[in-house]
């Protein structure tokens, strides 16, 4: 089998580090060693340019709306009420379709190709729908920011975003009445895989989770201790609190 000429090597490398390169890019990595264009590739990634879709401050709820429809529940018929609802579902859309084409816009046009390529890569792993914009764009952020450092580091950043804590009933996860989704989905989906862990680590690893949730009206994460299990838990062998 040829050895594949140089060319060939940097289409291969500007589509797998990216999303491919213009002629007129290729022809100037021509001109330099190959080891020049690939350590430029993880310069430019050094620049993480947050989405800002979403202005700063405004967590994706319509608060003011929100506020608008608890202060006048009593006031509202059921069809006014369900109008009012409908309107803000309407906005949040509107904005995350913003959010989308400005993703878009600088996976294409932007010069930090390496990290547009690896926040695309998590933002798959990491499965998750939430239809809140601002909790949207805060765990895109979120990927976008540790994309090329360490999975641990990750891995725990997502879990305590809002967006997969709602998405996976975290925010139920309490003491009295544990839910499994999102201790489950952490081992299936997120690092392990099926097969690696029992029942009886989902069980005792939602038993960790308990009292993990957030604040609705900024998005924080919040650990609420009175709805923390305290007791001893038991996870892949090994015993703690």
Request: aromatic share 10%; glycine share 8%.
């Amino acid at each position: 089998m040829n050895e594949p000429n140089k060319q060939t090597k940097l289409q291969h490398l500007f589509w797998r580090a990216g999303f491919g390169a213009s002629p007129q890019q290729v022809r100037a990595a021509m001109e330099k060693p190959l080891s020049e264009t690939i350590a430029a590739l993880f310069q430019d990634a050094k620049t993480e340019n947050s989405l800002d879709a979403i202005p700063s401050g405004e967590p994706g709820y319509n608060r003011k709306a929100m506020r608008e429809l608890i202060r006048r529940r009593n006031e509202l018929s059921a069809e006014e009420k369900k109008a009012m609802v409908k309107d803000v579902a309407k906005e949040n859309r509107g904005k995350i379709g913003d959010l989308n084409f400005q993703w878009l816009d600088q996976m294409g046009l932007g010069a930090a190709a390496l990290r547009e390529k690896m926040t695309l890569f998590w933002h798959g792993h990491f499965a998750c729908r939430n239809r809140v914009a601002g909790f949207v764009q805060q765990q895109h952020n979120t990927i976008r920011g540790l994309a090329l450092g360490k999975f641990g580091d990750l891995l725990r950043a997502v879990s305590q975003d809002p967006a997969m804590l709602q998405f996976l009933n975290n925010q139920q996860n309490k003491k009295d009445s544990p839910n499994e989704n999102f201790a489950r989905e952490v081992m299936e989906l997120f690092t392990m895989g099926r097969g690696a862990y029992t029942e009886k680590d989902i069980r005792e690893a939602a038993r960790a989770f308990t009292g993990w949730g957030f604040i609705p009206a900024s998005g924080d994460f919040v650990f609420r201790k009175a709805q923390h299990d305290e007791g001893t838990k038991t996870i892949f062998g090994k015993t703690g609190n």
